[in-house]
Nanobody, 116 residues
Framework: QVQLVESGGGLVQAGGSLRLSCAAS????????MAWYRQAPGKQRELVAT???????NYADSVKGRFTISRDNAKRTVYLQMNSLKPEDTAVYFC??????????WGQGTQVTVSS
C-alpha cells in the first residue's frame, strides 16, 4: 500500500519560513519523481516544485528563489523549504510521487497559512 504522509504545515507570519516533509512508503522511492502541489480555497491545484530521480529540480515562477525542494532517498522523504512566505502562499500543500512503473500517488495534504 502506497502512503505519502506530509508534515510541517502550520501558521506563520509573512516573511517567515516553514519546512514541509513528505515520507513515502510502498513505492520504489529512488525511481520516483517527487513533487509538491498546492491548492488555495476556490482555486485549482497548482504545481509548486518537482525533483526528478536525478535530483534535477523545477519551480513555479511564483516560488522561484524562495522555495527549495530536496529529497533524501535513504530516508524516503522529500522536503520543501519555504522562505520569505507571502499571504498568497496560503494553501493546502500536497506531496505527489510519480513513476512509469507505479503511476502517480498523492498525500493527504498539509495546511500552510501565512498571515499578513
Amino acid at each position: 500500500q502506497v502512503q505519502l504522509v506530509e508534515s510541517g504545515g502550520g501558521l506563520v507570519q509573512a516573511g517567515g519560513s516553514l519546512r514541509l516533509s513528505c515520507a513515502a512508503s510502498g513505492i520504489i522511492f529512488s525511481i520516483n519523481a517527487m513533487a509538491w502541489y498546492r491548492q488555495a480555497p476556490g482555486k485549482q491545484r497548482e504545481l509548486v516544485a518537482t525533483i526528478a530521480s536525478t535530483h534535477s529540480t523545477n519551480y513555479a515562477d511564483s516560488v522561484k528563489g524562495r522555495f527549495t525542494i530536496s529529497r533524501d532517498n535513504a530516508k524516503r522523504t522529500v522536503y520543501l523549504q519555504m522562505n520569505s512566505l507571502k499571504p498568497e502562499d496560503t494553501a493546502v500543500y500536497f506531496c505527489a510521487a510519480e513513476s512509469s512503473l507505479q503511476g502517480r500517488h498523492w498525500g493527504q495534504g498539509t495546511q500552510v497559512t501565512v498571515s499578513s
